[in-house]
């Protein structure tokens, strides 16, 4: 059109930001409940319902990698210090960067949603299937282990008030139509909060505006986007206002999943030792240039139950696809990464370690004075500061001392039924529950957050919890990682709405059979493929 | 969707969009989010479809919105494309001042480099798309950086630009991939390296099917190395989606080497028509094409010398001044046409076309021998230069 070079002018302007199928929403893992046949693994990917849940996108390729590693306790509880975490950070980094050589499943659909799943780098060797979507089927490996799986849409098994998290760290994106070029304008200088800061009218709730930040949106507001306050926000009975509301946000939506029930043996070749399963999930799309090179799948993969492959093979294809998204721990992303796309690391996410701690300290801030104001303990250092206070810092060295206890409090359980057998497990801490970024299923416990993580644990109140005190008591027990739920203890506290911050449990109730995620929602206008 | 080309689903999910968000658009009170989405939908359906009166529309809407909504950021930033787009430079300079800040943004100092790039200072340019690639590191802003390493001569750096940019981009983005193609083969094309030229465009058109702007380039393609029938019957092909004066042109100057020289006359009647009607309309983006028009299909220097003063008073570049030179020569001023090729190669620009149209002037102006030694250099660089120079893309 022009003589000028333009890329612009047959392209974007803006980059679309769609709901993309590389959108990984939550990884699972725990151990299964049926040991009929031996110890089992259920683990779940669940990722965006692009184009539609039961509908996978034949551009994308989604990979589960696994190691297996005995239980571990470093450093030991007494240590609290930079120096020892930093020991633990490069110990980790060493083992993920090392010789580790992960398992892998790896699977992408074709034109027909016909689904291949490529096995890599199991005891039994590395092979691939091609099986239908939409079904439970069984996967019987060369090793003549049998894998249950199922491969397509199911209701978001996420139950959570992501309105209400968003509140809390004045996510300005989901309260306000943010211009594509001010990509500043994200999280706004304000201090992060659970209690609504008094005259914070950029992210109050409006009761004139029940729907603001749940679907509807303002413009955004001229600068700055800041608070001249000094207190949290009282109603006329003296009660604080709460930033979470307890809805689920997530109710009636659909995901696309991979979910898969797997002898503990076939990933692990000894089971007896190593009792601690890794988990960690990535997306990667296709590369434009390989999408004109797409040949169909080799002829043996269609014509047999499986075929063999050759390991060395997988990098060639992983050559043609580009990360761009990963899943272990839940709230890693949203709440110690900041959700930027270069820290998409996954397991690999060491070189955050540094920006962990300020990032929690960052936090620590915002919610450790709100949990102060409502009578509770801490685990934060915040000087007593009657109001939250936003803070940031540019060394691990200051910001380490403030945070310190929040890293490395064992995260209190509510009761044993994590712990069936009674074994000598000791609780987990946050600075190995986010570094690596994997979800690590402990096969003697139930697999409960953190020790893995069930479809019904309310992830998003745990991860709150870590900046309780932990040695503090309530109702004569130690502060735990359910209390948040407690109703009581939300119709004790001087707030509104009387709430536990998210919603207790689904919208829809999870199965006891495989594939365990409820059915998904139907959608409107279209019809899915299920077979 | 089957039987649809990449190019007919795009343009019909623009449609459809554009019937979802008109309503919430038009909406009172005033939503600045719908109405940038509208707008930019319209501006991306114009970009898409090449036919430059939709962009007539975009504009109207555009500057309503701004004057309703006010200088919001995102919509100077589409003004500034747009503006950039037609060749008006200064306005593009005033849109990005127009929001405090967005200049500086990163998608705001990718067209302030072009504009740079657009004023001729290449050496400029050069270290601010180094710096916007050093930062955010672009398919787009590869791109903009293989150009430029194009002009100045850089044959490989360029092609290996583009290849990383290509590496950048994803399935969900072919149309992007295939502008890239057809910049590998403007490339080679200009090199007359046919095949590898047909081979990347052969790449673009499986990347993104049934694209005009994928045909027009197979078409000059052909032009040049003399398949006039096949390149005319594509040039008549997708003259029938987007009646662009420019391939009316093209479609001209193959009639004429054929020796069909009333259907050839027809031709150029209709674009001159509608470069005409631009330029009535206080347009400058047909002014290049104006310039060639006059040295080329109607020969006429005075004209061709009116309309090459206008653009260079708009962009003094290589581009312009190359296409003054020519002007000048055809009016046999032939020391100020040598002049003029000299400024424009003192740019820095390296191009075979560009050491042809040099040599052409220096042996008709005579005495220093100049004129050979770039009829030479342009023999070296593209021994199968063609009479078809292929002005629209490059």
């Not at chain 1, 500043?184 to 800061?197: G, H, N, S």
């Not at chain 1, 407690?486 to 536990?500: E, G, N, R």
């Not at chain 2, 740079?116 to 050069?126: D, I, T």
Request: hydrophobic residues 40%; charged residues 25%; aromatic residues 10%.
């Amino acid at each position: 059109m022009a003589d000028h070079n333009d890329p612009n002018a047959v392209n974007s302007i803006f980059s679309d930001i769609d709901a993309s199928a590389a959108d990984l929403y939550d990884l699972f893992g725990f151990p299964s409940s049926d040991t009929s046949d031996g110890e089992k693994v259920v683990i779940a990917l669940t990722f965006a319902a692009v184009p539609h849940a039961g509908t996978l996108d034949p551009d994308m390729i989604y990979r589960i990698q696994m190691t297996a590693e005995p239980r571990v306790v470093h450093p030991p509880a007494n240590e609290q210090s930079l120096d020892s975490f930093l020991k633990y950070v490069e110990a980790v980094k060493d083992k993920y960067t090392g010789a580790l050589h992960a398992s892998e499943i790896r699977m992408h659909v074709d034109e027909s949603q016909r689904a291949t799943v490529e096995f890599f780098n199991f005891p039994e060797g590395s092979f691939s299937v091609v099986v239908d979507t939409n079904k439970v089927l069984n996967i019987d490996t060369p090793g003549k282990n049998r894998i249950t799986a199922y491969i397509g849409g199911r209701d978001d098994a996420f139950f959570n008030d992501l309105p209400g998290f968003f509140r809390s760290i004045n996510y300005a994106p989901q309260f306000y139509h943010v211009p594509h070029t001010m990509t500043e304008a994200r999280e706004l200088p304000i201090p992060k909060t659970l209690l609504e800061l008094e005259g914070n009218d950029l992210f109050n709730f409006d009761p004139a505006l029940p729907e603001w930040g749940r679907g509807y949106k303002k413009n955004l507001p001229p600068g700055p986007w800041t608070w001249k306050g000094d207190k949290f926000r009282k109603d006329e009975n003296g009660n604080f206002r709460f930033v979470y509301s307890g809805v689920d946000a997530q109710a009636g939506k659909n995901v696309n999943a991979i979910i898969l029930e797997i002898p503990v043996k076939f990933i692990n070749p000894a089971p007896d030792k190593n009792r601690i399963i890794n988990v960690w999930g990535e997306s990667w799309v296709l590369k434009a240039a390989n999408k004109i090179e797409t040949i169909p799948d080799h002829p043996l993969w269609l014509e047999h139950p499986f075929a063999f492959l050759d390991p060395r093979s997988k990098d060639s294809e992983l050559q043609k696809y580009k990360l761009v998204d990963t899943d272990g721990q839940p709230f890693a992303d949203a709440a110690l990464s900041e959700r930027e796309d270069n820290r998409q690391l996954g397991a690999n996410n060491f070189f955050l370690a540094p920006h962990f701690v300020k990032r929690l300290a960052h936090l620590g801030w915002g919610f450790g004075p709100s949990i102060s104001a409502l009578g509770l303990k801490t685990s934060f250092d915040h000087d007593n500061s009657p109001v939250s206070v936003h803070k940031t810092y540019s060394t691990v060295l200051a910001a380490f001392p403030r945070v310190k206890k929040t890293l490395f409090q064992p995260l209190n359980m509510p009761d044993n039924s994590w712990n069936p057998k009674g074994l000598n497990i000791a609780l987990r801490r946050p600075f190995e529950i986010f570094v690596p970024n994997v979800c690590a299923i402990d096969l003697d416990t139930t697999g409960t957050w953190p020790f893995g993580r069930r479809l019904e644990d309310q992830v998003a109140t745990r991860f709150l919890s870590m900046f309780l005190d932990m040695e503090a008591e309530f109702k004569g027990k130690k502060y735990h990682l359910e209390m948040l739920n407690d109703q009581s203890l939300w119709d004790a506290a001087p707030i509104v709405p009387k709430t536990p911050p998210n919603p207790l449990k689904n919208d829809r109730d999870f199965s006891d059979k495989f594939p365990y995620l409820a059915e998904p929602h139907p959608e409107p206008g279209y019809k899915p493929t299920y077979k | 969707m089957n039987g649809l080309t990449d190019f007919q689903i795009e343009m019909r999910a623009f449609e459809l969009d554009l019937e979802d968000l008109r309503p919430p658009a038009m909406a009172h009170p005033m939503s600045a989010d719908h109405v940038t989405k509208y707008v930019y939908r319209l501006y991306q359906r114009a970009a898409l479809d090449g036919n430059l009166e939709l962009f007539q529309e975009v504009e109207a809407e555009l500057d309503g919105a701004i004057a309703r909504l006010g200088a919001a950021p995102d919509l100077c930033l589409l003004k500034a494309n747009l503006d950039f787009k037609l060749h008006r430079v200064a306005e593009t300079k005033r849109d990005l001042e127009m929001s405090p800040g967005l200049a500086e943004t990163s998608q705001g100092r990718a067209i302030s480099a072009d504009i740079v790039f657009q004023e001729g200072n290449y050496e400029k340019a050069g270290q601010l798309y180094e710096a916007l690639v050093e930062k955010e590191r672009t398919w787009d802003n590869l791109a903009r950086l293989a150009h430029l390493r194009a002009r100045l001569g850089d044959v490989a750096a360029a092609d290996q630009l583009y290849v990383e940019a290509e590496d950048e981009l994803t399935a969900k983005e072919m149309r992007s991939f295939a502008w890239v193609e057809l910049q590998r083969g403007l490339l080679h094309s200009a090199y007359g390296r046919f095949p590898q030229a047909h081979e990347h465009y052969d790449r673009a058109n499986r990347g993104y099917s049934g694209y005009w702007l994928v045909k027009e380039h197979i078409a000059n393609l052909l032009a040049a190395e003399h398949k006039l029938e096949q390149a005319a019957t594509i040039y008549r092909n997708v003259l029938q989606r987007v009646p662009k004066p420019e391939i009316q042109q093209a479609l001209g100057d193959i009639y004429r080497h054929m020796g069909k020289q009333r259907e050839a006359e027809e031709c150029f009647q209709k674009a001159l028509a509608v470069y005409l009607q631009s330029a009535d309309r206080g347009e400058v983006h047909y002014y290049h094409h104006l310039v060639d028009f006059y040295c080329d299909a109607h020969r006429d220097a005075e004209q061709a010398l009116k309309w090459a003063r206008q653009d260079i008073e708009l962009r003094n570049n290589s581009s312009t001044q190359a296409a003054m030179a020519r002007a000048l020569h055809l009016a046999g001023r032939h020391d100020e046409a040598r002049q003029m090729i000299d400024r424009a190669l003192s740019s820095g620009v390296r191009e075979p076309g560009l050491f042809l149209q040099a040599g052409k002037i220096h042996s008709a102006a005579g005495g220093n021998g100049m004129g050979e030694h770039y009829l030479k250099l342009a023999a070296e660089l593209n021994p199968h230069h063609s009479a078809f120079h292929v002005h629209h893309h490059h």
